[in-house]
């Protein structure tokens, strides 16, 4: 058993500035849990917390019911990974998986046991005489997480643990992870600022901005249902479409009217939607949900290609005629040219709209 659970928790590294704000997680046992999130958002405040390698300002954090907000970080049965794997460098692979155990005065047989079981699981058994300098970025990044594996932690914290590695070794090492923690079976806490990582790895993902949390949810329902404009641009690749307009009503019927009229059309009288009458929203859809083929209920406009970006079996067309550039993903089958005019789709069955003031997602 290994439940994470954090209550109220800030961080203020000077006074009046809060690094983190009011956080609530609740991490069950067993969970891949990812914190994602832009660049200085709290993320490694937030982990460093949980390890105690930071103080928490107010709040209360909970490892098995059993608070630890001012526990020592070495009772806190929590191993950390780092970015950049803090491996001691005069040590060999198989000192610097067995130096933690040593300081603690476990046995010499029960060590070979432990470092030789996680070499078995990381496939580190012909490198375990070398030196960190003689191995590579994804090599040095696993005896990393040996390191951390062979103190049996209830709970395992990684930070950005792949951000120093090249693309192919990134795809490859979270790949591993992702195994590591089906036969591992134990609590992870995971922090990157890499929304595709968070999505492939999670059980569940918390978007953080400015010190708070946004949502916390499954990927697919941070996918499918963001709850406000942040979480909707921030999660999915290319980032959502946005377009600003407002309601209006007509007889019975409402409708989204884009800012400049370019987009006109029917909406689903919806009651929360009738609240919005005359209000100014955002209208939200995916790459996706725009394109050149017919969906089943449609609002097109007309648009130069300003870009395009082909990935093989799919292309990006990056289209103005809107305020906006709208990115609009077609299949790569038929070749366009730049500044070629063409008409787009918008599939009205997978629309999104946010409240122009609050960003909340409204429908
Ligand atoms: P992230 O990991 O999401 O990039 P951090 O948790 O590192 O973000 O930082 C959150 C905020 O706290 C940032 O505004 C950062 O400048 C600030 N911060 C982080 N560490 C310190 C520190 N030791 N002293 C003062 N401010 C800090």
Avoid: W
């Avoid at 961080?11 to 832009?38: C, H, M, Q, R």
């Avoid at 070495?74 to 001691?88: D, G, P, S, T, W």
């Avoid at 394109?291 to 970006?309: A, H, N, P, R, T």
């Avoid at 082909?310 to 993903?329: C, F, R």
């Amino acid at each position: 058993m290994a439940e994470v659970k954090l209550i109220n928790i800030e961080k203020e590294y000077e006074v009046g500035v809060k690094a983190v704000t009011n956080l609530n997680l609740s991490i069950k046992d067993k969970e891949f849990v990812v914190l994602v999130g832009p660049s200085g958002c709290g993320k490694s405040t937030t982990l460093r917390m949980i390890a105690g390698l930071e103080e928490i300002s107010s709040g209360e954090l909970y490892i098995d019911e059993k608070e630890v907000s001012q526990l020592h970080p070495k009772l806190r049965e929590i191993a950390m990974v780092f970015q950049n794997y803090a491996l001691y460098p005069h040590m060999t692979v198989y000192d610097n998986m067995a130096f933690g155990l040593k300081i603690k005065h476990v046995k010499k047989e029960e060590i070979k046991e432990r470092v030789m079981a996680a070499a078995k699981i990381l496939e580190l058994e012909k490198l375990l005489t070398k030196r960190p300098g003689e191995m590579s970025g994804g090599q040095r990044q696993r005896v990393a997480i040996g390191r951390a594996i062979v103190r049996k932690p209830k709970v395992f914290l990684f930070d950005e643990p792949l951000s120093n590695l090249d693309a192919k070794l990134r795809g490859q090492m979270r790949t591993e992870i992702a195994k590591l923690h089906k036969s591992l079976k134990t609590t992870i806490i995971y922090v990157t600022h890499d929304q595709v990582e968070a999505m492939t790895l999670g059980d569940r993902i918390a978007v953080l901005n400015k010190g708070k949390l946004e949502q916390y949810d499954t990927p697919m329902n941070l996918y499918n249902h963001p709850t406000n404009k942040f979480v909707a641009g921030f999660i999915g690749t290319p980032p959502m479409n946005f377009v600003e307009g407002k309601i209006a009503k007509e007889d019975d019927n409402l409708f989204f009217v884009e800012d400049h009229k370019k987009l006109n059309f029917e909406i689903n009288t919806s009651s929360v939607l009738l609240k919005y009458e005359n209000k100014k929203v955002i209208l939200g859809f995916r790459a996706e949900a725009v394109g050149i083929q017919k969906f089943s209920k449609v609002s097109s406009f007309k648009g130069k290609i300003e870009s395009l970006e082909i990935l093989g079996a799919e292309q990006y067309l990056t289209v103005s005629g809107l305020d906006n550039l709208i990115i609009s993903k077609v299949s790569a089958d038929k070749m366009y040219q730049l500044n070629d005019t063409i008409t787009l789709n918008i599939n009205l069955d997978k629309i999104y709209f946010f409240d122009k003031k609050t960003e909340k997602c409204i429908h």
